[in-house]
């Protein structure tokens, strides 16, 4: 109690305790005076010796300071005090510290967060690492997700070592109408056992159980954000009525604010159960179809069991279930082949965003602790050259008996100070960084997948990075500026070999991981050039693209084809249209990806597993002619309809396979579908720039039952004039042809294009950042040396510049000094660039890993950088003044 | 004068609480005080006695005031608290302890 009271007073009444102390031992001054005169001593001579008696004043106040509490925090305080003022007496160096080690900690930071979010995050559930995921394939292929519903129910019942199953299948987008407002959202069916497997409790009202589950049962649970967003957090939203797509549900409860679905990256405004399904979709009931893939599933360990053994166990029953659904020969090898595989379910759902970028983000904090390492390093040679300027200093504290840690310790103290402003100022950096990469990613999404948090996990990264940073950088110089050799050198010009060496490494290392840095900048440039210049098979100027839903209007059956055609018409006499078309996959697809068989080309049939493996699509008449795509034969016309004789149009690449000219031949695709072609369009990249052209066939949307394709096509209009104006006339006639329709996904082709170049371009993008600021901050580095070794070589450049020699041989003398240095650096960095574009590669399109055009530049545009940094001090050096140089020894 | 022994911690630490325990005393007092109690054998310097005195006063063994002097100077007097009277009391057990076989010891060899 009494240490509490006096740490306190020692700590927040400092300056009281400092005077006492100052009083005390001015009394005990006094009281020996006294004492001396006492005894017979005239006023002075008891004077001295009462000094001789007490000491060195200074040092017994120092012992008193050691043992009071809270001492070490004194020294501390201490420490930071000077440490502040020492920093802002040179506001230039601590403003670029603080500013080049905030970008780096706050771009690390800011991939971290999403690193952490979509790779490292466990579902916030109980017991996530009980959590399995269900996926099949042939062993060593890759796995679908997807499993038939029958597969599904069999593990839900029969299985022993799961506790719980579920199914979920996303199903897009939902007009949610209430009280007769229509509104969009993102909707998913689950299946009854779907929370109670989790382990999720409601935030209000309840969640869904088995009995939901059934056919005929309207209920649906809302998301926490969506009740916020829609419902304003209203409580009496529980039992209310609302309309899914024109159908009557209720509201039963709602999920807790944490919990974002079990597929990181796609959150779902409200869950309806699985069986709601056959009332909302119109196709046709998948129940009992044993090879029909649609439901991600999910199980949930017994405790006790391992992933091995219920992958066994589930496996007797997949394969049981598969066999005794297999009608037709295709489906018996298939039952043979396939096996089922569990993998750990912590982080849920098999996800997109996840496969997309976790090698991606992975590469990126590697990337990302180069460059801070290089900030690191670059700050610790700027604390080295400033060391040396209070080398005097130093050798004089260490001469009078101060302790060498002592001194250490306040050198690491000004370092924190600047790797606690600068992690701060990073941490900023990275709350708004995460934000805008993530807008980056996924630039045509109308929302956020992600919710990102400000959360401790991110602090804590953000502090340990820091506190690592700055012992990185501030211990090299304190423990160098404090050695006794330093000491010894003190008094040397030129400074000791030792040092110099050390600088020189120093910043030959920064040249070398910015040359890296910028080589994967260019790798990364380079890719963009090429994907971009793909020729993709069709003209992507002027192609404005949109997507209604008339299911979302309520429509269903025939009324389906028939809007969209009626809007059609509508658009062909909107102004600025000059043609208009639709399609169901778009030319650069977010969405769709359809995939067949062709299994008979004219009168060649071919062999069950030599089918020619095909993309398709379904167009209106006028696709090829508004994508600019060359056809031979003819087009599609209207009077290809349900009741007309089926028609295909091939893409040339497709029409190889066939023997002579296929126009005319009957083509069969599927299990049913037998053709007669009719045209070939010339090769155009489906659905992605970066695919390779593939076998594409064609067939006329009015000719498609309609379940099979209407899931939101896309409409395309070439027009002229400006892409806005078109947009104007766009709204009019869509709310001309049905008032409950809203176009979304609105992009011109290009901007699809770019879109779907999102991971490139933000490559490219963080790439070429880094890289210049990693070279920004290599030439620092060398300026710095370059400048402090011009102010040691002073007096030897004032000699030589009097002996006669020229300015320019001078200046050459300096840049040859930094030319060693940069090129070591740069050699080194080569050979790593090697090594980090061979790491690279799987990102790389169309470029090689050794593409002379990106090493060239990169090395070039660094070199320039380098010398322009070596010629600035090298000016100043052959200014020097003879005199002034000679007078200064 | 006679020969100045070393000052173990301890040593010091029992002779300061004991001086004080004797009476409230500053500190050029106590160093007197513990001279005289010890005839001389003992000298506390300054350098020695002021760290001492915080460091007891920080364990809540001695509890310091400002107060005046006989010859009525500002002086800051230090006393011994329960705590402080208690600790005195184990140190001169475990000095007399050490004492005894100390003089075992020497006594054994002679």
Partial sequence: ?889 | VSQKADLLQGTLDLLILKSVALGPNHGLGISRRIAQITQGTFDVKPGSLFPALHRLEERGWLASSWGESESNRRAKYYRITKTGQRQLEVEVRAWQRTVLAMGRAIDSTS
């Fill in chain 1, 1 to 889: 109690m009494s240490r509490l009271r006096s740490l306190w007073r020692n700590l927040v009444h400092h300056n009281r305790v400092e005077r006492d102390l100052d009083d005390e031992v001015r009394a005990m001054f006094a009281l020996l005076v006294e004492e001396k005169v006492g005894a017979g001593m005239s006023e002075a001579q008891a004077r001295r010796a009462a000094t001789i008696e007490l000491g060195r004043v200074e040092s017994i106040k120092e012992q008193v300071r050691e043992v009071r509490a809270g001492a070490r925090w004194d020294t501390f305080r201490l420490d930071l005090r000077h440490s502040v003022r020492l920093l802002a007496r040179s506001p230039a160096f601590t403003a670029f510290a603080v500013a080049s080690l905030a970008l780096g900690i706050g771009a690390t930071g800011a991939i971290f967060t999403l690193f952490d979010n979509i790779v490292l995050r466990k579902l916030p559930v109980e017991e996530p690492d009980r959590l399995v995921v269900a996926s099949f394939g042939r062993p060593g292929r890759n796995h679908n997700y997807s499993l038939p519903y029958p597969q599904f129910e069999a593990i839900r019942t029969r299985s022993q070592t799961l506790s719980g199953a579920l199914a979920t299948n996303p199903f897009g987008r939902v007009n949610v109408g209430i009280r007769g407002e229509p509104g969009t959202a993102e909707g998913i069916y689950v299946s009854g056992g779907y929370y109670a497997t989790l382990g999720v409790s409601p935030a209000r009202g309840r969640l869904f159980e088995e009995t939901d589950d059934r056919p005929g049962q309207a209920v649906a649970v809302l998301s926490y954000g969506y009740w916020q967003r829609r419902f304003g957090g209203r409580e009496d939203i529980l039992g209310s009525a609302i309309t899914l797509n024109e159908l009557p549900f209720t509201i039963v409860g709602v999920e807790p604010a944490s919990f974002h679905g079990t597929e990181v990256g796609r959150p779902y405004d409200l869950a309806v159960p699985l069986r709601a399904r056959d009332a909302l979709d119109e196709g046709s009931p998948l129940w009992d179809q044993a090879f029909a893939t649609w439901i991600y599933v999910m199980g949930r360990l017994r405790p006790g069991a391992t992933i091995e053994q219920a992958e066994q166990e589930l496996n007797v029953i997949f394969r049981q279930v598969h066999s005794d659904g297999a009608r037709t020969p295709n489906e018996v090898r298939l039952a043979r082949e396939m096996t089922l595989r569990l993998q750990p379910g912590s982080r849920g759902a098999a996800s997109d965003l996840r496969n997309q970028y976790e090698r991606w983000l992975g590469m990126m904090l590697g990337l990302l602790a180069a460059v801070l390492l290089l900030a690191s390093l670059n700050i610790a040679t700027l604390l080295l050259s400033r060391a040396d300027v209070r080398q005097r200093e130093i050798a004089t504290r260490l001469a009078l008996g101060a302790g060498r840690w002592r001194l250490v310790r306040q050198f690491l103290t000004e370092s924190l100070v600047l790797a606690t402003l600068a992690g701060a100022l990073g941490l900023a950096i990275s709350v708004w960084g995460s934000r805008t990469l993530l807008r980056m990613a996924v630039p045509s999404a109308p929302q956020l997948p992600l919710e990102l948090a400000f959360d401790l996990r991110m602090m804590l990264f953000t502090a340990a990075v820091s506190l690592g940073t700055c012992l990185l950088f501030g211990l090299i110089p304190a423990i160098r500026a404090t050695s006794p050799r330093a000491l010894v050198s003190a008094r040397q010009v030129g400074g000791s070999r030792q040092r110099r060496r050390l600088d020189r490494v120093l910043v030959g290392a920064q040249v070398a991981l910015s040359l890296v840095l910028l080589v994967v900048a260019g790798l990364f440039l380079r890719t963009l050039g090429t994907v971009w210049a793909q020729d993709p098979g069709y003209d992507r100027r002027n192609v404005l693209m949109f997507s209604v839903d008339a299911r979302l209007a309520g429509k269903r059956g025939p009324a389906l084809p028939a809007t969209y055609r009626r809007l059609l018409d509508e658009l062909r006499t909107a102004p600025g249209a000059r043609a208009v078309s639709m399609s169901a996959v778009r030319p650069v697809s977010d969405s769709y990806y359809f995939v067949s068989v062709v299994s008979k080309l004219g009168d060649k049939a071919l062999p069950n597993d030599q089918g020619v493996r095909v993309a398709f699509n379904v167009v209106a008449p006028g696709y090829f002619g508004v994508l600019g795509i060359p056809l031979a034969g003819r087009d599609f016309a209207d009077r290809d309809s349900l009741d007309a004789p089926r028609v295909a149009i091939i893409s040339a690449r497709l029409a190889r396979h066939f023997a002579g000219n296929p126009i005319g031949q009957q083509l069969e695709m599927g299990r049913d579908g037998t053709y007669e072609v009719v045209g070939v369009a010339g090769d155009s990249r489906y659905a992605r720039v970066k695919d390779s052209p593939r076998e594409v066939v064609y067939l006329p949307i009015f000719q498609t039952q309609p379940r099979h394709i209407f899931y939101a096509p896309t409409f395309e209009i070439r027009y002229t004039g400006s892409a806005s104006d078109l947009m104007a006339s766009i709204q009019a006639a869509v709310s001309r042809t049905e008032p409950a329709l809203a176009p979304f996904r609105v992009r011109t082709l290009e901007e699809q294009t770019q879109d779907s170049l999102s991971r490139e371009r933000l490559i490219a993008f963080l790439t070429s950042y880094f890289g210049a600021f990693a070279g920004l901050l290599a030439c620092i580095g060398l300026y710095g040396l370059m400048s402090y070794r011009v102010t040691q070589r002073t007096p030897e450049m004032g000699l030589r510049l009097a002996l006669g020699a020229q300015p320019s041989a001078v200046r050459w003398l300096v840049v040859r000094d930094a030319t060693a240095t940069v090129l070591v650096g740069a050699a080194a960095g080569l050979v790593c660039s090697f090594l980090a574009a061979r790491m690279v590669q799987s990102q790389l399109f169309g470029v090689k890993t050794h593409d002379p055009i990106a090493l060239a530049g990169a090395t070039v545009l660094l070199l320039m950088m380098a010398v322009a940094a070596a010629y600035l001090p090298a000016r100043r050096a052959s200014r020097t003044d003879p005199l002034t140089a000679l007078r200064h020894e």
